[in-house]
């Protein structure tokens, strides 16, 4: 009986202190983690914004690949809603475009499990000379008594590593993307209908190249009109 005791006491005391770091404690962290990228601006707004591709660089993701998501809504717009149901890494929950613009993005996010807390998230974007600064926030609200639990651990540190690695994620996946841009245009491969040609071909030392044209253009030319092709 008298171990019964010692452990029950031990259990309340364990009780007390949460519930004391719950009415005195912290219920709200704010994290912030930011990373420059070699990417045009226009670029890397025109990507994050999309909850389409938020699954490729998501720190996430691969902590549950059987996680399931869905997106209603017009994607890249304010009121765009992205829910997500995981295991116990990743949790379930929601998140929404409430505000966008071509510097910023706001989000609520509504977890559902572990824990139920509805936070506000951002994004923004800054020119930084060659390169283009993205910010990602996270003002996190804890209920009593969960805050009691959060202030056992380094919230800075636990999310904030999530977001740098989600950021190192969006870092490679956007300068990878710039890479594939010559002088700001993109190479796109096409089919090409089927041309016909009229050539003349010979091999000729420099100094005839001259005299070998005029010889043969008008014959090329000759040549197209009677086969009717131009």
């Known amino acids: 009986m008298k171990i019964l005791k010692i452990l029950l006491y031990i259990v309340l005391g364990i009780v007390v202190l949460i519930a004391a770091l ?6 709200s962290y704010h994290v912030e983690r930011s990373i420059d990228i070699a990417a045009p601006k226009g670029m ?62 706001d989000y609520e996010v509504n977890f559902k499990e572990p824990f139920e807390s509805t936070s506000p998230v951002f994004m923004t974007f800054e020119d930084k000379d060659s390169l283009t600064k993205v910010t990602w926030g996270f003002d996190m609200h804890i209920a009593f008594p969960w805050n009691g639990f959060a202030m056992l651990t380094d919230m800075d540190a636990a999310i904030g590593r999530d977001y740098e690695n989600g950021l190192a994620n969006l870092k490679k996946i956007l300068e990878l993307k710039a890479r594939e841009r010559y002088f700001g245009l993109r190479a796109k491969q096409e089919q090409i209908p089927q041309q016909t040609y009229a050539m003349i071909r010979q091999t000729v030392e420099m100094p005839a190249a001259g005299a070998f044209f005029g010889a043969n253009l008008p014959k090329i030319l000759e040549a197209v009109q009677k086969s009717g092709v131009a």
């Open 44 to 105: 890397v707004y025109e990507y994050a914004r999309f909850f389409n591709n938020f699954n490729e660089w998501s720190p996430w993701s691969p902590l549950d690949p059987k996680m399931t998501s869905s997106i209603t809504g017009t994607d890249g717009e304010a009121g765009v809603l992205y829910e997500w149901k995981g295991n116990e890494d990743v949790g379930t929950g929601s998140q929404k475009i409430t505000a966008i613009s071509a510097d910023r993005i």
């Open 22 to 27: 719950g009415i005195f404690g912290k219920k």
